[in-house]
Structures are given as C-alpha cells and as structure tokens.
C-alpha cells in the first residue's frame, strides 16, 4: 500500500497550490480519502475528505470555500486545490485512506510553505 502525495513547495500569500496524492495497492474507488496537515509545533489537523465516489466531500470549517478536493478514480489520484493561501497555511500535507470510520493508510507528505 502507498500513498505519495506531491505538489507542495513555496508560494507567496494569496496564491495557490496544487497538491497530488498518488495511491496504490489496494482498491482505490473503495476508499475514502483526506487530506490532513500539521504546522510546526501543532497537532495534525483534518482538512478536507471526499467520498470513494467522489460525490460528497467534507471540509474543516476554517478552510471552506479556500481548499477543493477532488479526485480521479481512473488515476487513482486525489487532488487538494488551496487558493488564496496564508502564512498559516504553512505545513505538512498528508492524504489518507479510509473505508471504515478510521484512517488506515497514510502517506509521507509534502511540504507548503507560504511566505507574507
């Protein structure tokens, strides 16, 4: 099982990023995924999921309307849009799977850092 997640790097406040998450190993289109962060010094935080279908997603409140998930079942792929990005912002990005109520896999993350 693997989850590579990509697409991190630095980008000045108010752009945006597009991070990738790449899963393999086991049924994709069977899974939930998120996408979770963690800040220096803070704990991992849930920001954004979406249903194995694709049709419901769920944000964290503090980043509606900023960050899109999305995916592509034939890919096996999963996609965090953020947009008008913030210094706080700044953090490891994670995806996970899930087909019960925990996450199971986890990928190694990625980097973003927003510079003011």
């Known amino acids: 099982v693997q989850l590579q997640a990509s697409g991190g790097g630095l980008v000045q406040a108010g752009g945006s990023l597009r991070l990738s998450c790449a899963a393999s190993g086991f049924t994709f289109d069977d899974y939930s995924i998120g996408w979770f962060r963690q800040a220096p010094g803070k704990e991992r935080e849930f920001v954004v999921g979406?249903?194995?279908?694709?049709?419901?997603?769920y944000n964290a409140d503090s980043m509606k309307g900023r960050f899109t998930i999305s995916r592509d079942n034939a890919k096996n792929t999963v996609y965090l849009q953020m947009n008008s990005l913030k210094p706080e912002d700044t953090a490891v990005y994670y995806c996970a799977a899930r087909r019960g109520v925990a996450y199971e896999y986890w990928g190694q993350g990625t980097l973003v850092t927003v510079s003011s």
């Open positions: 979406i249903s194995p279908s694709g049709v419901s997603t």
